[in-house]
């Protein structure tokens, strides 16, 4: 099964690369507007939808799109290709090893679960191109694991245009967090304000530091983990002694280390995917610009930077960085949840190594599987969006979740890890801890 979709991603991207000329030769040929696109093929032949549902949403779609008889289909716009492809590949990956889970236990109340992933590079164009493909071409039921700030930025009006449920995004931007703007909206993870909030307080209070500079990606994400900072940093009479930024999908960060300097930080919040932010840290340990004469400049970055990925590009020298995560430690089985994680990846992927952005997917698995599992089998968007928003509070294997018609975020916690000597990643309660 997974050589069928990979085999169908590529007969997307291909696919994709001519949408322009496509949508061109419809204009001219239909005379309909440039924003129509060439319908999408399937994994398999359509089923026939549950029959008399309303309809509901400006697109028309029906409350039960994606539902079948036998199967219930999600869709997700990811990066697959391009520098943060590592992003989407694991996030994928969680999800899937979740939904395979739940297919070899019967599936949800009978129906089987399938995804539908489409590869936009983490450009925000794309997502939006692709939101639409997976809205109307492809009749997903909900849209789950999209990665990214700006990607979700540009999905997020188009699944709310067709009330589209948008689950657990890999991002902790606060504008997905506003319930008075979105109501098909259900994130998971803790908020980037959140993050930064215990960055800041970490190294003030843990290591006494008290110059802080700030290293983002010039983006709606960057700006994000910018604007938590520069709050967390004024609730303590503080500000940064330096700043610096760079382009997304980019590694171009040797102006902004230089601009860091400038201001002789002694901790630098970094806010950015696993590429340039280990280029960053690599180029500072070679040019030593950000040490002074008693200590060398301490680093911690945000959740969505891909802790694995980054622990590889680092290697040797990434002894002594930290990474805020919004999951538990994916290795700890004392958390029934973890242990279910761990097998349920070696059962989907043997050769697949468990880190926190697999077990994110994972988990948005999980919470999606929660919500079609309380509707029953006459599920439906309406239901299960109330069936997860309406006051709900659930454990999902030691891992809490509480939301409200008022809060749409489940979990508020932020964990400590450390990469240590050995190259692993280590839990830890405070900055100053020693890694074995």
């Known amino acids: 099964?997974?050589?069928?979709?990979?085999?169908?991603?590529?007969?997307?991207?291909?696919?994709?690369?001519?949408?322009?000329?496509?949508?061109?030769?419809?204009?001219?040929?239909?005379?309909?507007?440039?924003?129509?696109?060439?319908?999408?093929?399937?994994?398999?032949?359509?089923?026939?939808?549950?029959?008399?549902?309303?309809?509901?949403?400006?697109?028309?779609?029906?409350?039960?799109?994606?539902?079948?008889?036998?199967?219930?289909?999600?869709?997700?716009?990811?990066?697959?290709?391009?520098?943060?492809?590592?992003?989407?590949?694991?996030m994928r990956l969680g999800i899937q090893a979740a939904f395979?889970?739940?297919?070899?236990?019967?599936?949800?109340?009978?129906?089987?679960?399938?995804?539908?992933?489409?590869?936009?590079?983490?450009?925000?164009?794309?997502?939006?191109?692709n939101t639409r493909e997976l809205i109307q071409d492809e009749g997903v039921f909900a849209l789950i694991g999209e990665v990214g700030t700006p990607t979700s930025r540009s999905a997020t009006p188009v699944a709310a245009d067709a009330n589209v449920p948008f689950v657990a995004p890999f991002t902790g931007a606060a504008f997905l967090r506003d319930v008075d703007t979105w109501d098909n909206i259900i994130n998971m993870r803790a908020s980037y304000n959140d993050e930064t909030e215990e960055m800041v307080k970490r190294f003030t209070e843990d290591l006494g530091i008290e110059r802080i500079g700030v290293l983002y990606q010039d983006d709606s994400f960057g700006r994000a983990g910018y604007n938590g900072t520069m709050a967390a940093l004024e609730r303590r009479g503080m500000e940064p002694v330096a700043v610096g930024l760079y382009p997304r999908n980019t590694t171009a960060?040797?102006?902004?280390?230089?601009?860091?300097?400038?201001?002789?930080?002694?901790?630098?919040?970094?806010?950015?995917?696993?590429?340039?932010?280990?280029?960053?840290?690599?180029?500072?340990?070679?040019?030593?610009?950000?040490?002074?004469?008693?200590?060398?400049?301490?680093?911690?970055?945000?959740?969505?930077?891909?802790?694995?990925?980054?622990?590889?590009?680092?290697?040797?020298?990434?002894?002594?960085?930290y990474v805020t995560q919004v999951v538990p430690f994916p290795t700890d089985t004392s958390l029934p949840i973890v242990s279910s994680y761990l097998k349920a990846l070696a059962g989907f992927d043997p050769?697949?190594?468990?880190?926190?952005?697999?077990?994110e997917g994972y988990l948005a698995g999980r919470l999606a599987i929660a919500g079609l599992d309380r509707c029953g089998r006459d599920v439906n968007r309406t239901c299960f969006m109330d069936s997860l928003l309406g006051g709900s509070t659930m454990d999902i294997g030691g891992f809490p979740l509480s939301y409200s018609s008022e809060d749409?975020?489940?979990?508020?916690?932020v964990f400590l890890t450390v990469i240590g000597a050995d190259g692993q990643y280590h839990p830890i309660d405070n900055l100053g801890d020693a890694v074995d």
């Open 1 to 90: 099964m997974k050589g069928q979709c990979f085999a169908i991603t590529l007969l997307r991207q291909a696919r994709c690369a001519l949408s322009v000329a496509l949508l061109c030769a419809a204009a001219l040929t239909l005379l309909v507007s440039c924003g129509s696109e060439e319908p999408a093929p399937t994994e398999a032949p359509a089923a026939t939808p549950v029959p008399g549902a309303a309809l509901q949403g400006s697109s028309g779609m029906s409350d039960t799109s994606g539902v079948m008889p036998d199967r219930i289909v999600f869709g997700q716009s990811a990066a697959f290709t391009g520098p943060a492809r590592e992003l989407g590949i694991n």
């Open 100 to 129: 395979e889970e739940a297919n070899q236990g019967g599936g949800v109340h009978g129906r089987q679960l399938s995804l539908v992933s489409l590869d936009d590079t983490y450009e925000p164009e794309l997502a939006a191109t």
């Open 253 to 321: 960060v040797k102006t902004a280390l230089l601009d860091l300097s400038k201001g002789r930080p002694q901790g630098i919040i970094m806010v950015g995917a696993y590429n340039p932010i280990g280029e960053f840290i690599l180029w500072a340990k070679e040019t030593r610009l950000l040490n002074d004469a008693e200590h060398e400049a301490k680093f911690i970055a945000i959740s969505f930077v891909g802790s694995n990925a980054l622990a590889e590009k680092l290697g040797s020298k990434g002894e002594g960085v």
């Open 351 to 359: 050769g697949a190594v468990p880190g926190f952005v697999s077990f």
């Open 408 to 413: 749409n975020q489940g979990s508020d916690t």
